[in-house]
T-cell receptor, first 113, second 116 residues
C-alpha cells in the first residue's frame, strides 16, 4: 500500500532533550515536506526537500533540522525542543511538488514540557 | 506570494441542510486549489482539487467546489449535510509557477458542526 509512515504517533518529552521524528514513503516520490498544525493557524511548512541532499526552509524552520540522505526518508530533528514546539506534525510526499498527488502521514503529536 | 483566507472559523448546520464553506485565495499565477478534510484525531484527506480544468469540481462524499477567478474564490458546498461531515476543513493553494514551488499554503481551517 502506498503510504507515508511517521513515527512516533505520540511523544511527550522535556525541554532540551533532542528528538527525531521519522518519516518514510514507499512511492519513490522526489518531493517531501514537513508541516506543523496549530489551532487557528492551519498547517505551516517547516522544511521541504526536492530530492536527495536537497533541502530548504519553509515558513517556520527555526528550531528544526532535516536531512535527506535517502529518497524514501526525511527525518525531522529537534536539537533542543522547547514548549512552543508543542504541535501536531505532518510529513508529506509528492511526485511533482506542484500540489497534486500529495500524500500525508498520519501525524505526530508532540508535547514538550 | 500565495495566501488563503477561510472566511468562517466555525460553521454549524443541521443534518440534511446545505453546507457552504467559503475560501478566498491570492496567487500570482494560475493556482492549483484544494480542499482537505480532517476528522478528529485523523490525518488529512483530499476532498477535491482544481487544476485549471473545469471550474466546477466534484469531490468525494457529495462535496463540490467552484473556482471563480474574477472573485478569487473557491467555495466548498454540499447539498445535504450528514453527521459524518463534522470535521475541520482546509482550503489550500499551490502556486507552482512561483518560488513557492511545491508548497501547500493552508487556510486557518473551518470547523464544521452538524446537529441532528
Amino acid at each position: 500500500e502506498a503510504q507515508v509512515t511517521q513515527n512516533p504517533r505520540y511523544l511527550i518529552t522535556v525541554t532540551g532533550k533532542k528528538l527525531t521524528v521519522t518519516c518514510s514513503q514507499n512511492m519513490n516520490h522526489e518531493y517531501m515536506s514537513w508541516y506543523r498544525q496549530d489551532p487557528g493557524l492551519g498547517l505551516r511548512q517547516i522544511y521541504y526537500s526536492m530530492n536527495v541532499e536537497v533541502t530548504d526552509k519553509g515558513d517556520v524552520p527555526e528550531g528544526y533540522k532535516v536531512s535527506r540522505k535517502e529518497k524514501r526518508n526525511f527525518p525531522l530533528i529537534l536539537e533542543s525542543p522547547s514548549p512552543n514546539q508543542t504541535s501536531l506534525y505532518f510529513c508529506a510526499s509528492s511526485t511533482t511538488g506542484t500540489g497534486e498527488g500529495y500524500t500525508f502521514g498520519s501525524g505526530t503529536r508532540l508535547t514538550v514540557v | 506570494a500565495q495566501s488563503v483566507t477561510q472566511l468562517d472559523s466555525h460553521v454549524s448546520v443541521s443534518e440534511g441542510t446545505p453546507v457552504l464553506l467559503r475560501c478566498n485565495y491570492s496567487s500570482s499565477y494560475s493556482p492549483s486549489l484544494f480542499w482537505y478534510v480532517q476528522h478528529p484525531n485523523k490525518g488529512l484527506q483530499l476532498l477535491l482539487k482544481y487544476t485549471s480544468a473545469a471550474t466546477l469540481v466534484k469531490g468525494i462524499n457529495g462535496f463540490e467546489a467552484e473556482f471563480k477567478k474574477s472573485e478569487t474564490s473557491f467555495h466548498l458546498t454540499k447539498p445535504s449535510a450528514h453527521m459524518s461531515d463534522a470535521a475541520e476543513y482546509f482550503c489550500v493553494v499551490s502556486d507552482w509557477a512561483t518560488d513557492s514551488w511545491g508548497k501547500l499554503q493552508f487556510g486557518a481551517g473551518t470547523q464544521v458542526v452538524v446537529t441532528p
